[in-house]
């Protein structure tokens, strides 16, 4: 297994010997690799090759075989060195993003967890008296405008009535919260008999349910090209359509709730594109009892231990920033796969 993953080359039983320094004949070794072969943990990839690790091979090494490890003194400095810029949330998860595609050469994804956005403060900018602006500051201090048309009249004092009422009952509340009977009863404390009210109610839900998606991005899809597996370029080009699309990245994802690490291998991914890929995802507080995600995808020829560990160190710092947790770990702990936990 060690052996395929450093040279990506099939490996047979002189190598096997030499490698492990076994005091036994190479027959005996290639009955045992035909063993393997038939138990479906290796597969030969034509006749007198040697063998190559299958799916099912490196779930048993990942679950039972591979030795857990810790990221280097020179990898911590430079994980560290990018945590202490003082960065905002979304800048400092992008360079973390970078600095997980440099430790591991493969491309790295993000998912930021979802927050429910706010409306702070609500401005009604009176123009004439069929055309008002509406603009909101939301909780995350961005800022959304529309200016509204309307073919009847209305007046300025019935503007300036329907921004107090809208501070006093609409700041705080997310979408879900902008009910029918909360726009009712504005419509009655107000006087609205035009319908303004639910003009205005209906631009801040639509403006606090598009800002609450969940933010998913990749980054260096182009050392795909850089490996072996993926010298046929529209293989490669197949993974990188798949991985430039944000959906496909949350349902690649799914939810965060899998420990710290979670491994992907090969027909485990669910999408036909990634069916030849692994995915190695670590999971991070990323504060107010949200959870984001930070990962590799790249071959199923993957040092999983080293990957895992980096992984699970960039995530530690992330949960120590953003949701006040603990300092990074030095490895891994908890490794989730399938449902079930093995102890790093």
């Known amino acids: 297994m060690e052996e395929y993953i450093d040279t990506a080359e099939p490996v047979g039983s002189k190598t096997v010997q030499a490698r492990a320094g076994l005091d036994c004949s190479s027959a005996t070794i290639r009955n045992e690799l035909m063993a393997l072969d038939r138990e479906g943990y290796l597969e030969q990839p034509h006749t007198s090759a040697g063998r190559i690790p299958t799916a099912k091979g490196y779930r048993l090494y990942v679950n039972e075989l591979m030795a857990h490890r810790d990221v280097s003194h020179e990898e911590a400095d430079r994980i560290d060195a990018g945590f202490s810029g003082g960065a905002e949330a979304?800048?400092?998860?992008?360079?973390?993003?970078?600095?997980?595609?440099?430790?591991?050469?493969?491309?790295s994804l993000t998912i930021s967890a979802p927050k429910a956005a706010t409306v702070k403060r609500v401005d009604l900018i009176y123009l004439d008296p069929n055309s008002f602006i509406i603009v909101l500051l939301l909780s995350d201090d961005t800022v959304k405008n529309k200016l509204v048309h309307l073919p009847f009249s209305f007046t300025q004092t019935m503007i300036t009535r329907l921004a107090a009422v809208f501070n006093t009952g609409f700041t705080g509340l997310t979408e879900e919260h902008i009910t029918p009977e909360l726009i009712t009863l504005t419509e009655r404390s107000t006087g609205d008999t035009m319908g303004l009210t639910s003009v205005i109610a209906g631009f801040v839900i639509e403006v606090l349910t598009s800002s609450r998606g969940v933010g998913a991005s990749v980054s260096g899809e182009a050392n795909l090209l850089k490996l072996p597996e993926f010298k046929d370029p529209d293989k490669a080009h197949r993974l990188i359509n798949y991985l430039s699309d944000a959906n496909n990245l949350t349902a690649l994802t799914g939810q965060p709730d899998f420990g710290d690490v979670k491994v992907l291998i090969g027909p485990e991914n669910a999408a036909a594109e990634l069916r030849d890929s692994s995915v190695v995802l670590a999971s991070y507080n990323a504060g107010d009892n949200m959870r984001g995600i930070i990962g590799v995808v790249g071959p199923t020829r993957m040092d999983y231990s080293a990957v895992a560990a980096k992984l699970s160190y960039i995530a530690g710092g992330l949960s120590r920033l953003l949701g006040g947790g603990s300092a990074p770990p030095s490895g891994f702990g908890k490794l989730m796969i399938k449902g079930e936990e093995h102890d790093g």
């Open 90 to 107: 979304e800048k400092l998860i992008s360079q973390m993003s970078h600095m997980a595609t440099e430790l591991t050469s493969y491309p």
